[in-house]
């Protein structure tokens, strides 16, 4: 099972795939 550290890096790369990286802004 992913750990909390795995599982938010996955939140944040598919956030920022779907979101076109909101962090460039």
Do not use: C
């Not at 939140?11 to 460039?24: E, T």
Request: hydrophobic letters at 40%; charged letters at 30%; aromatic letters at 20%.
């Amino acid at each position: 099972y992913l750990s909390w550290d795995d599982y938010f890096m996955a939140i944040a790369f598919l956030s920022a795939k779907r979101s076109k990286d909101p962090n460039r802004q």
